[in-house]
């Protein structure tokens, strides 16, 4: 089965989708499930997960019901408030839900560096490793030593790194993200998506033999067994149609053993979110 383990939905509005600016016009409109319907039936892509674009409770109940309503939906990443001291009710109303997989918290935008140290969210944390949920990480490479911290603090949680933490891709990869990228990855515990790296390549003007790296890297660091395919559409037509992040991507693994690219391409995300 092959799944692509990142990607969004969204009704379009400017006072919701602020971050979508003059230079997004591509993705300044309504992304539903007929949408990427049209854009997988060519690739052959047998399922999805939708991950949270805002952080809302709604939202999360919205894609909770989408996922309900179409069968390429296989699992959703959503949003809680994790420093909330209900967070318990609010993710036991929400497992009644099985297409709930996982939470993330949109950290990358978060001001303060100590954030990931909060006792209020690492007990919000604790609330999903209880009920067997993946917590999805989105970080800025600078932030990767204190996911690491983070992540040694739950030993029993399932962590996915989005975006192979959003490297700014110019050239070969820097040392210290490459660093500790392979220090993240010796926790077992830690998968990683190739996704969203598109838009990291400054001005979006991207060649495979730019991005090959940065695949080497963390292919070298997770294996097949904790890595996965993703496309963060639509956020990556802004940079490349879904056919050609894919071709990339397919032309990466193409060497690699048919069990390998089952791996990349499906059984990596379906083991780490319980597809």
Known sequence: MKIDAHHHFWKYSTAEYGWIDDSMQAIRRDFLPADLAATLKPHKVDGVVSVQARQTLGETRWLLSLAQENALIKGVVGWVPLVDKAVGGLLDELVANSKLKGIRHVVQGEPDPKFLEGVAFNAGLREVTARGLAYDILIFARQLPAAIAFVDRHPNQIFVLDHIAKPVVQGLPDP???????????????????????TEVPGWQWTPELLRPYFDVVMEAFGPARLMFGSDWPVCLV?????????????????????????????????????
Do not use: H, M
Not at 188 to 198: A, D, R
Not at 249 to 258: G, K, M, N, R, S
């Open 176 to 198: 210290t993200w490459a660093r500790a990228i392979r220090e993240l990855a010796r926790r077992e515990n830690v998968y990683c998506k190739l996704s969203g790296v598109v």
């Open 239 to 275: 940079a490349s149609e879904y056919g050609r992040w894919l071709g990339f991507f397919e032309q990466c693994v193409a060497p690699l053993p048919t069990g390998d690219r089952s791996l990349l391409f499906g059984g990596t995300a379906i083991e780490a979110y319980k597809l």
